[in-house]
């Protein structure tokens, strides 16, 4: 992508109504723009880093077992009447009439659609376990939206939904997206600590928050300051070991590990007060197992192998891609900006032409270009016409990964700069070298 086409709307000043550094990032980045309160445009480069972190959820949940399908933002009132939660659901729920005067709403969460689908179509214990997910916006009237898209009221949401004979089946559900969350937020550059949870308004039985320590997190939490040294499982792990996924379900919840509403004192205290940690975290996934909670008032069963009807026990697993974006600058950042992991960072490498114009610079700024487009590489090359240090200063803010600095004294050598936006070294060396360093 050539910079002087693509749209990038950097931001000089710092915006005055970012309280926190990630959002004050994601605005002077161009990122993000609010539309009206809590509710964001996603700008290219913004949109770039939420597409990779969606796609690596969707790796990760299809590995699982999870299926993956798409359900609509605008839901009737009928479904919500039929498991109660119409009502009980508050003012985050935003309720609209159509033109017929027919109750709607803009979903909060899927269960009930979920549960809808699940129903019409699946009569036999023979066709599960079933977990159907999807990604997808969602709105929540929030109190007090804050923080850029941390806490809006629009929001995207990675929702799955699954569906068992059995609380023992459903335990391995819930064991495979737990293991499924371990290996999402690693992939993401995130050390996310699953904590148990209060199950709150849905209800059940079983829940863990997986949470992200920052200073800026909006969730008290106590856990065991262990977690960091805790391996995450590999890619080839087998979700269908029952047993095998239980160790890593055992091991992760050895230590102790909550949110404030399950904080116990007395269990924590008895920690040695050294590998004790009380911090702030942002939640960035939510699991449950909730049982028949929905199966039952919406009449969701299955004829067991008994020939007798069973309602189903039900899971449901949110994780917040919009939240996330912030949650990864949160800890990933210097004073120059934003710092991408590789796996997210909106483009691979920056190619800066130092003096464009000038047709050595020009030249060598192409031929990098078009040599790691060709590799299959997605390349930045700011060809404006802006001052050097303007552009460090961009290439910096934005974050990606890698620059080739290209400058006509260097380039009289045949040698361009690479830097290393993480550690800041930068190193000399052939044009060539520098191709090969990122096609090799
Ligand atoms: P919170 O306690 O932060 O309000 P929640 O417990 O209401 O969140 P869940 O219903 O568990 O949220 O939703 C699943 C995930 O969706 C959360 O873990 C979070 O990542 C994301 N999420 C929820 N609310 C928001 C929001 N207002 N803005 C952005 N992401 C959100
Ligand atoms: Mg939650």
Redesign the pocket.
């Known amino acids: 992508m050539r910079l002087s086409r693509f749209f990038m709307p950097i931001l000089k000043e710092n915006p005055k109504e970012a309280e926190i550094v990630s959002h004050r990032l994601m605005l002077r980045a161009g990122m993000i723009r609010q539309q009206s309160q809590g509710i964001y445009s996603w700008l290219p480069i913004g949109k770039k880093v939420l597409d990779k972190v969606n796609n690596i959820i969707r790796e990760e949940q299809n590995r699982a077992g999870a299926i993956e399908l798409l359900m609509p933002t605008l839901q009737s009132a009928e479904l919500w009447q039929e498991s109660g939660r119409y009502d009980a659901y508050g003012k985050e729920m935003l309720r609209i009439k159509d033109r017929q005067d027919r109750p709607m709403l803009y979903g909060p969460?899927n269960e009930e659609m979920v549960t809808d689908i699940f129903r019409s179509y699946v009569k036999s214990y023979k066709n599960l376990p079933l977990n159907l997910y999807h990604i997808q916006l969602k709105f929540?009237d929030?109190i007090r939206p804050r923080f850029g898209?941390?806490?809006?009221r629009e929001?995207m949401?990675k929702d799955a939904y699954s569906f068992d004979l059995t609380r023992e089946g459903a335990e391995h559900s819930y064991n495979k997206m737990f293991t499924a969350y371990l290996r999402t937020f690693d992939r993401l550059g995130l050390r996310a600590i699953p904590m148990r949870a209060d199950t709150g308004p849905i209800g059940g039985n079983l829940s863990h928050e997986f949470i992200i320590l920052a200073d800026t997190g909006?969730s008290e939490v106590f856990c065991h300051k262990d977690f960091v040294n805790f391996d995450i499982p590999a890619e080839n792990t087998d979700f269908d070991s029952v047993d095998g996924l239980k160790s890593i379900f055992d091991k992760w919840t050895s230590l102790y590990a909550a949110t404030s509403e399950m904080h116990d004192e007395a269990t924590f205290n008895a920690i040695p007060e050294a590998e004790r940690l009380s911090a702030r975290g942002i939640?960035?996934?939510?699991i449950f197992y909730f049982g028949t909670k929905y199966s039952e008032p919406m009449g969701a069963k299955v004829q067991g192998p008994d020939g007798k009807e069973h309602f189903v026990h039900m899971g449901s697993y949110?994780?917040?891609p919009?939240?996330l974006v912030p949650a990864i600058i949160e800890a990933s950042h210097d004073e120059n900006g934003i710092i991408w992991p590789e796996s997210v960072a909106p483009f691979d490498v920056v190619v800066i032409n130092m003096k464009a114009g000038d047709e050595a610079c020009d030249d060598t700024c192409e031929l990098i270009y078009a040599a790691l487009t060709k590799a299959g590489k997605d390349v930045l090359y700011d060809d404006t016409d802006d001052r050097a240090g303007t552009k460090f200063a961009t290439a910096d803010l934005i974050g990606v990964p890698y620059q080739i600095i290209a400058g006509p004294r260097a380039v009289a050598n045949g040698e361009v700069e690479v830097k290393d936006r993480k550690t800041g070294a930068r190193e000399t060396m052939t044009i060539e070298a520098a191709i090969n360093r990122f096609v090799a």
């Open positions: 969460t929540r929030e898209t941390m806490r809006s929001f949401m909006e939640e960035v996934g939510h949110g994780i917040g919009t939240r």
